[in-house]
C-alpha cells in the first residue's frame, strides 16, 4: 500500500557513473533525509555499496531511473512497483516510451538537473502526496494495460516486418541454425 512505502527516496544506479547521478548522489550526502543515493562502483573515495535487487526497489515510495549505455531497460519494472518513478532525461528509448507521459506515468527529471532542483522536486512531491500517488498508480496501470507479453511479441512481429521490407537481399540461413516459427518461439518461451 501507498501508505506503507517507504518515504525516503532510494536510487538505485547502474554500474556506469554518469554524470547526471552525481547530483542525486552530492544531495543525499546534503540532505540524507530525502535522498539515499549511493554509487555501486568505485566513483568517489567511498566505497561502493552493493547492487539491490530489482525486487527490492519496490519497498520505495520514489525511484528514480536514469539511462545506461543506452535505456535503462528497467523502466517497465520498476514501474510496476507502483513506485513514483522519476524518469532522468530522455536520449535513450525503448519501443514503448513515446505512449507514456510526463507528469501522468512518471516525473520527468532534466539530464542536468543539480542539487537544489532535485531537492526542491523530491519535497514538492512529498508536499503534494495524492498526485505522487496518482501518477505511480497510472504508471502501473500503463504497464499492465499496454505492456503484456503479446503487446511486446505484437510490436516485435511488426516491426521485424517492416525492417524484412527494407532488406535489398533475401536473408539466407546459415547451415546448422534451426528455423523458429513464431509458433516454436512462444513454445520455447512458455517452456513447453
Known amino acids: ?44 573515495d567511498a566505497d561502493p555499496v552493493e547492487k539491490m535487487p530489482l525486487v527490492e526497489h519496490c519497498q520505495f515510495k520514489y525511484l528514480f531511473n536514469f539511462r545506461g549505455v543506452a535505456a535503462s531497460f528497467r523502466l517497465r519494472h520498476i514501474l510496476l512497483c507502483r513506485s513514483l518513478v522519476l524518469h532522468v532525461g530522455d536520449q535513450w528509448q525503448e519501443f514503448f516510451y513515446s505512449q507514456l507521459k510526463p507528469w501522468v506515468h512518471y516525473v520527468p527529471v532534466a ?31 500503463f504497464i499492465w494495460l499496454h505492456l503484456r507479453m503479446e503487446d511486446v511479441q505484437c510490436y516485435w512481429s511488426k516491426m521485424l516486418q517492416e525492417y524484412a521490407k527494407l532488406l535489398t537481399y533475401k536473408v539466407q540461413r546459415e547451415p546448422g541454425l534451426l528455423e523458429v516459427s513464431n509458433k516454436k518461439a512462444v513454445q520455447l518461451y512458455r517452456g513447453k
Not at 517507504?6 to 540524507?32: G, I, Y
Not at 519535497?123 to 498508480?137: F, G, N, T, V
Request: aromatic letters at 6%; charged letters at 35%.
Open 111 to 141: 539530464s542536468d538537473a543539480d542539487v537544489d532542483e532535485l531537492a526542491e522536486l523530491i519535497l514538492y512531491l512529498r508536499e503534494h502526496d495524492d498526485l505522487a500517488e496518482e501518477i505511480a498508480e497510472r504508471g502501473q496501470q
Open 1 to 44: 500500500r501507498w501508505d506503507w512505502m517507504r518515504k525516503h527516496l532510494v536510487a538505485t544506479a547502474t554500474p556506469t557513473p554518469w554524470p547526471e547521478r552525481d547530483s542525486l548522489v552530492r544531495l543525499s550526502q546534503r540532505r540524507p533525509d530525502l535522498v539515499d543515493a549511493q554509487y555501486t562502483i568505485l566513483a568517489t
